[in-house]
């Protein structure tokens, strides 16, 4: 049954939510307040990398189902179901800071028209649930009444747009009858894939499914620590641990550690929440320690390999926290040149989508058009982020540009016999070199 849809915060979330609802048939106004980014979407121009995302929004914009507007007014004109995708960015002390949220159910209690449900789209901890209804019942008019619902968001950056349309599960806590058919109902064509809960239920499996898979790179990065020790191969490991369904082989990647704009921060904000609650997570401070140590780690081999840093030129492959994105928050990449320009080094940077975000954030390096640019006369080069691309490169070609061949893989894409072969000193995460 179509559902007349707002959704507000039309970020990575709010627009791949907007622009598949209205792909499985609803009629959607996304609403953000930032008027430039509502200019570029009503002009068919998508302010993110997303594979796919503009084909869906190009075509509900032209069939009338998705509509962009700076004016909340308007996204609640003829909403029944409201979303809040807004940012929730962490505090100081590593709380997530819900005061977007807050100004959102605020907003939505003085102006909506109607019985509303209000979802929380936006990563919160537990119990936000109760402080938005706690505000809308502060600010709303009695008459119209509204319930609240919980529904996390599972999307991956890079497969979001399939992720939302092909879900493993959408979760729905809810404490309404009224709103749990309505919820139903807008999730119909994904029947099989609900699971109903409670809504501080729902507001935990975010964060619990979040910290896990974190809890999962940070464990195999220590494996991986332990394989360098012993001269073992972390990606025979992996591939033996992952062959046990109870562990599964995904997430089971060494590498220079997670970022983006979840992990990092609900670890963080869940840690500070459990606490709060009268819990120590002291597992996910140790999770968070590992993740932090792989930047650290990124320095130390390259010590090893040059010795003094001061003036050596390091060529960077990637900046993306991880491929198909140009999302560069909390990008291992960008701590790892961080701490290199610190120890004086000469910083050539090449990513496949993420430059033009980067020049804004990322002072002080040298911008080259491809990797071949970044390598050219390089002390060493570092793979951050394991696009595709990189993978088709002429190496050999590469290693004549460098002024000496060290090549640290921070994603284990290369075998490091065929890298020897070719006469790199190469280096990667938890594999022992020929
Ligand atoms: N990015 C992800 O992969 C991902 C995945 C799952 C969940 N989440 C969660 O979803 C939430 C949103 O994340 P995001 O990555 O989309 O953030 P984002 O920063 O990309 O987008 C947030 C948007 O909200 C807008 N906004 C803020 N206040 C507003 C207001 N009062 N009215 C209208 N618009 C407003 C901002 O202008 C911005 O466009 C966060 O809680 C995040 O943790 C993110």
């Known amino acids: 049954m179509k559902k007349h849809v707002a959704v507000i915060g039309t970020g990575y979330v709010g627009l791949v939510t907007g622009a598949c609802l209205a792909e499985i048939g609803h009629s959607v106004v996304c609403v953000d307040s930032d008027k430039k980014k509502v200019q570029m979407l009503r002009r068919g121009v998508i302010p993110i990398y997303e594979p ?16 962009f507007t700076d004016r909340l007014l308007e996204g609640l004109d003829r909403a029944e179901i409201v979303f809040i995708a807004v940012n929730t960015p962490p505090l100081p002390n590593g709380e997530a ?33 109760e402080k938005v209804k706690q505000t809308m019942r502060l600010y709303g008019k009695e008459h119209n009444g509204f319930d609240v619902v919980s529904n996390p968001e599972f999307l991956r950056e890079g497969s979001a747009v399939e992720d939302f349309l092909k879900p493993d599960r959408i979760v729905i806590g809810v404490d309404s009858k009224r709103a749990d058919k309505m919820m139903r109902e807008l999730y119909a064509p994904f029947k099989g894939k609900l699971l109903v809960t409670d809504i501080k239920s729902a507001e935990l499996i975010k964060h619990s499914s979040n910290s896990f898979l974190a809890t999962k790179i940070s464990f195999i990065n220590a494996v991986a620590n332990v394989c360098e020790c012993v001269g073992a191969d972390v990606n025979l490991v992996a591939q033996g641990m992952g062959m046990d369904p109870r562990i599964g082989k995904s997430f089971l990647k060494a590498g220079l550690g997670f970022g983006g704009s979840c992990f990092p921060k609900d670890l963080r ?118 696009w595709e691309e990189f993978k088709k490169l002429n190496l050999k070609r590469i290693k004549t540009h460098m002024q000496t061949p060290v090549f640290l893989d921070g994603r284990n894409l290369y075998e490091p016999a065929s890298m020897a072969a070719m006469g790199y000193q190469y280096h990667s995460v938890g594999r022992p070199n020929p």
Not at 299 to 321: D, S
């Open 269 to 386: 904000a869940y840690i500070k929440m459990a606490e709060q609650s009268g819990y120590h997570f002291d597992l996910l401070k140790t999770v968070q320690k590992i993740n932090e140590d792989q930047h650290n780690w990124a320095i130390q081999q390259l010590k090893k390999a040059l010795w003094n840093l001061k003036g050596k030129v390091v060529g960077v492959w990637g900046l993306a926290f991880k491929p198909n994105t140009d999302d560069l928050r909390n990008a291992p990449a960008l701590s790892i040149i961080e701490k290199l320009l610190q120890e004086g080094s000469v910083v050539r940077v090449y990513d496949p989508v993420a430059m033009p975000k980067a020049k804004s954030i990322l002072k002080n390096v040298v911008y080259c058009k491809n990797p071949y640019e970044a390598a050219q006369k390089a002390d060493a080069v570092l793979l951050a982020t394991e």
């Open 52 to 67: 796919g995302l503009d084909k869906v929004v190009v075509k509900n914009s032209r069939l009338k189902r998705l509509f």
């Open 97 to 129: 800071d819900l005061s977007y949220v807050e100004t959102v159910a605020k907003q939505v209690a003085q102006n909506m028209k109607r019985y509303t449900v209000v979802v929380e789209k936006s990563t919160v901890p537990v119990n936000t649930g």
